[in-house]
């Protein structure tokens, strides 16, 4: 089945065919370094590297490049509302940003560009289009003309001359020839961080950042160009613009969008004063729940945030990983038998081959986590019916049809998805817990064996007192901690 994907700028979903067999150029608008990040920005970021696992996954080899804006008004306001150089802020919050995304499971990106390392670039890039007749100076600022540009409005579907969104970066200037006329260029004010240019000391516009960073590292065309819905215009309007117009190249081939994630009807955001930080959040939920309640919905529909539904993903991942933890308890590794196969048996491998057909089908239609998620916990459900009907006693086929199924489960969900695994891989001290958990189990089995119940019978309640569950089975006893299970 082909890859299909939701393209903003034809409004319809179309075959992924990249530029390049097998290889793809990704970008994805990274944060504005001037305060931690939260929930909302989360969205996009964590369902972009979903978006990019799974193509690595569908055997791509992808070029991920998600920048850092690092000079920027909010970061300069920042600064000056602390008292402290622009420069401090962007290092702080890209620092937090960096541990926090880690810890929300995001892989890095392949690369990681600073606008404030790419500024010669821009300067080229201004150059290139005042040469053209598409920017104009006026006192120490360049402007892009974009009436210059007659394909000016095609991903949003605004026109020139329209209204812009409200909480748009766009500035009343009465020196700009038309009023949608953006800055490439800004003059520098007193207090403020310059760097000298043709036109005078200052700094560069919001949206030539993307621009150059973009094409400097994926090419003057990308495959995919992502980013929050809220970024459509102008931002990315703007980035067409000046991109092609300095090309006269297509700039990108596919564009994503993420919709809102709303809080209490309204879109979550630090405008709004409705925002909850990543780092607030993981304090209070595992990373793997959070991921999983990001991608609970089709990134293209609006989600919103509860405390309940983080509740639910809470309770979702552990009942995954219980299934993964006892497929792999029970499971052992060794070729199928086919001719041996009980009826239970030849059940659970169909529905083995049914997760990986079901998810496939799921993730190729515009990447439809939700429904990738439903094939997930279809199968768990699978998974629990045939561990439960053999009672810990299995045939070797049960054990190996097990470990498959535990394979191709933790695969999708941990590599792909990121909903399975994290804690563990986050939490230094989780190896240590686990190991003096097993210690302790063992020091109650041995009592068992002397018939020493009262030690027995008082490790299992000072354990239950402390929250961690002792199970005992015909395969031995599983201890499960906050929904971990061993």
Known sequence: MSLMIYNTLTRRKEEFIPIEENKVRMYCC????YDYFHIGNARTFVVFD?????????GYEVKYVQNITDIDDKIINRANEMGVSPKEIAERYTKAYLEDSARLGIKPPTVSPKATEHIPDM?????RLIEKGHAYVVDGDVFFDVRSFPEYGKLSGRGKGEDTMAGARVEVDERKRNPEDFALWKSAKPGEPYWDSPWGKGRPGWHIECSVMSMKHLGETLDIHAGGSDLIFP??????AQSEAATGKPFVRYWLHTAFLRIG???MGKSEGNFIFVRDALEQYRPEAIRLFLLSAHYRSPLNYTDESLQEAMNAVSRLQNCLDNMMRFGSEGEITEEDLTEGEKSFRKA????????????????????AIGAIFEFVGDANTFMAANQGRFTDNGRRLLRTGYERLREISGDVLGIYGLSEESLPQADLISKLLDLIVQIRHEARMRKDWVTA???RDRLSELGIRLEDTREGTIWKLNGHAR
């Open 265 to 267: 009807g309204k879109r």
């Open 457 to 459: 019978d008082k490790i």
């Open 352 to 371: 083995i081959e049914r997760l990986l057909e079901r998810f496939k089908a799921e993730m190729d239609n515009d990447f439809n986590t939700a429904g």
């Open 30 to 33: 990274g944060p504005t370094v």
């Open 123 to 127: 300067i080229r890039l201004i150059e």
């Open 235 to 240: 931002h990315h309007e703007n980035e067409i």
């Open 50 to 58: 979903v978006v990019r696992r799974y193509l690595e996954y569908r």
